[in-house]
């Protein structure tokens, strides 16, 4: 009994001793982190040997950075995908697009993971999900089952990959959030572990001349080549920049993991001036209100015009993002000697691999490039709400929607000859970030009155921004600033049956498909009926494809069918047929 007692402490005094072993290892990798993370609580979701990504943790995506990792799976859909650790289903979700079909598991550890673009969940799951449909007549569902409705053990199957929503090809999309804060968690910092011993590569580093102003696409930029490899960049044929006054860098960089072809994003970049860091940004965790500030992290009028993505390492005064530390004067270098100071950029990946780009700056007062004089416009500051109002429009822009302070300029220019009820406005211009959308209201010429309630707003490409008639204005909320003006959309949804037609035998035919698309103002709703019952019917906002498959509801015998499309300004398409099974 005390030999047993004796070796049971022994034991655990062993996992204790391996447990910190595992966290000093971490350390030596040294990656930048602020948490101490579970490292051997998950398994990966996948079987697939050896697991690779097709994008990484917090990668630059358009408007958002990534949140989650994509598990590669082979072109194919169809693997199953396991429960890394005990929980329970905590959400389970099925969009037109977005994630498509997703599932959330909570763990007792603190941690949710989440799945998703799934082809299908498990039996179980998926009788669950469709009996939420039909209560709740609706495709897309977003439920938040109790605890003891749905648990899981540690390797149970799930469900299975797939490509639903939007999603670009077949992969698995996988998260670990913290459970109370939602904020989503690098997976590769809780053991999940990718094979990766590549450093990252840096492609071309930039000086922008701050000059004291807030960064726009006005501010001067200058390119400098990189050259080197595996892990050690210099510039190209510079070994030293003149530089006068306010400066900020820039990098462009991305990492290559074994195995994988295509980029992913890098974890951290690190910026020191005389050997002290005055920059990091680490893509350790971040809250999903705050993603859309990858356009205040990268340089956002150079993304627009030449889709690069160039890294600032400089810090906007409204950028919520909390991916920032060791932050010296928000990144922004002030070189006011004629001093020389050795510049260090390293760039470090999930795994630690690092790769170190470095040059010097020469303090000189005659390497001054001024800002060019801005267009005439208000100045609106980035912390508080702003207002622009003239006789035909009027733009509101929140608290919270800018990341710096902005030099508003606005045209004005005449209708357009098709389907216009407006004058164009030109709001600003598209090289400018918003957080959040702003409000737009557009005064109507009198050709509209009686197409009031099909009236929205419009960019100048025509594609909707929504909106409604009210008050004698047209509102709307458009995520992006550009040129906006009132159109309306009167003509219905299309229906195309693919596979069926009136009286036509449907029996041994497992689905009936259709495509079904709106040319303007998009779908609002969709709902079929089997003799006058609603049944499911399933979208995928990608393809435009519509199906039903049919189940134990339909009986051998003859049938009606009614399927009901209806667009964001209520124009509805009825296609309605008998057909036998
Ligand atoms: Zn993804």
């Known amino acids: 009994m005390y030999n047993n007692l004796s070796r049971l402490s022994f034991y655990k005094l062993g996992l204790l001793s391996f447990t910190l072993l595992f966290f000093c290892k971490a350390n030596a990798q040294q990656i930048f982190s602020n948490y101490a993370y579970p490292l051997t609580d998950f398994r990966s979701p996948?079987?697939?040997?050896?697991?690779?990504?097709?994008?990484?943790?917090?990668?630059?995506?358009?408007?958002?950075?990534?949140?989650?990792?994509?598990?590669?799976?082979?072109?194919?859909?169809?693997?199953?995908?396991?429960?890394?650790?005990?929980?329970?289903?905590?959400?389970?979700?099925?969009?037109?697009?977005?994630?498509?079909?997703?599932?959330y598991i909570n763990h007792p550890n603190?941690?949710?993971?989440?799945?998703?673009?799934?082809?299908?969940?498990?039996?179980?799951?998926?009788?669950?999900?469709?009996?939420?449909?039909?209560?709740?007549?609706?495709?897309?569902?977003?439920?938040?089952?109790?605890?003891?409705?749905?648990?899981?053990?540690?390797?149970?199957?799930?469900?299975?990959?797939?490509?639903?929503?939007?999603?670009?090809?077949p992969h698995l999309h996988f998260e670990i959030r913290d459970s109370k804060t939602e904020a989503t968690i690098n997976p590769q910092l809780l053991g999940i572990s990718i094979p990766d011993n590549i450093p990252p590569v840096i492609h071309a580093m930039y000086v922008y001349r701050l000059n004291g102003k807030p960064f726009n696409e006005y501010t001067p930029k200058q390119y400098f080549q990189v050259t080197g490899g595996n892990g050690t960049y210099k510039l190209n044929q510079v070994n030293t920049i003149h530089l006068n006054g306010e400066v900020g860098f820039g990098i462009v960089t991305n990492d290559?993991?074994?195995?994988?072809?295509?980029?992913?994003?890098?974890?951290?970049?690190?910026?020191?001036?005389?050997?002290?860091?005055?920059?990091?940004?680490?893509?350790?965790?971040?809250?999903?209100?705050?993603?859309?500030?990858?356009?205040?992290?990268?340089?956002?009028?150079?993304?627009?015009?030449?889709?690069?993505?160039?890294?600032?390492?400089?810090?906007?005064?409204?950028?919520?993002?909390?991916?920032?530390?060791?932050?010296?004067?928000?990144?922004?270098?002030?070189?006011?000697?004629?001093?020389?100071?050795?510049?260090?950029?390293?760039?470090?990946?999930?795994?630690?691999?690092?790769?170190?780009?470095?040059?010097?700056?020469?303090?000189?007062?005659?390497?001054?490039?001024?800002?060019?004089?801005?267009?005439v416009g208000t100045i609106f500051p980035y912390n508080k709400q702003n207002e622009f109002t003239t006789e035909d429009v009027k733009v509101i822009l929140p608290k919270g929607t800018l990341y710096n302070d902005l030099n508003f300029v606005y045209k004005k220019s005449g209708k357009l000859q098709q389907n216009a009820f407006s004058n164009v406005h030109h709001i600003q211009n598209n090289l400018s970030p918003l957080h959040t959308g702003f409000e737009i209201w557009i005064k109507p010429d009198s050709t509209l009155t009686k197409f009031q309630d099909k009236a929205l707003i419009v960019n100048i490409n025509r594609s909707s921004q929504g909106g409604y008639f009210e008050n004698g204005w047209v509102k709307a909320k458009p995520r992006n600033f550009g040129s906006f003006f009132i159109a309306i959309d009167t003509i219905a949804p299309s229906i195309t049956p693919l596979n069926i037609a009136n009286g036509k035998n449907m029996a041994g035919i497992s689905k009936m498909n259709f495509k079904i698309s709106d040319g303007l103002s998009g779908i609002k709703s969709f709902n079929g009926y089997i003799?006058?019952?609603?049944?499911?019917?399933?979208?995928?906002?990608?393809?435009?494809?519509?199906?039903?498959?049919?189940?134990?509801?339909?009986?051998?015998?003859?049938?009606?069918?009614?399927?009901?499309?209806?667009?964001?300004?209520?124009n509805v398409k009825r296609y309605a047929i008998e057909f036998y099974r």
């Open 256 to 375: 290559r993991h074994n195995g994988a072809s295509g980029n992913n994003g890098v974890y951290s970049i690190e910026l020191q001036v005389d050997g002290n860091t005055v920059y990091t940004s680490a893509l350790e965790r971040f809250t999903f209100d705050n993603s859309k500030a990858v356009n205040s992290h990268v340089d956002y009028p150079t993304l627009q015009r030449t889709k690069q993505s160039i890294q600032k390492s400089f810090v906007d005064p409204g950028n919520p993002l909390q991916i920032y530390f060791n932050l010296v004067n928000n990144g922004h270098i002030i070189f006011n000697d004629d001093k020389l100071h050795p510049i260090k950029y390293t760039v470090t990946d999930a795994k630690g691999n690092k790769s170190t780009l470095s040059f010097n700056v020469l303090g000189d007062a005659k390497a001054i490039i001024n800002t060019p004089e801005l267009p």
């Open 46 to 103: 996948l079987d697939i040997e050896p697991p690779a990504l097709a994008g990484s943790f917090g990668e630059l995506r358009a408007n958002h950075f990534h949140s989650g990792i994509d598990f590669r799976t082979n072109q194919r859909t169809g693997y199953p995908v396991y429960a890394p650790a005990d929980g329970f289903i905590s959400r389970l979700r099925v969009q037109n697009s977005g994630f498509g079909l997703a599932l």
């Open 531 to 570: 003799d006058g019952k609603w049944i499911l019917m399933e979208f995928d906002t990608k393809t435009a494809a519509l199906w039903h498959t049919f189940d134990e509801r339909t009986t051998t015998g003859k049938h009606t069918f009614e399927l009901v499309v209806v667009d964001m300004k209520d």
């Open 110 to 169: 603190g941690y949710t993971t989440v799945y998703g673009h799934l082809s299908r969940f498990n039996p179980k799951i998926a009788q669950i999900a469709k009996n939420i449909q039909y209560k709740n007549k609706s495709y897309e569902i977003d439920e938040f089952p109790s605890s003891d409705l749905i648990p899981v053990r540690k390797g149970e199957v799930i469900a299975y990959t797939g490509n639903t929503g939007s999603s670009g090809g």
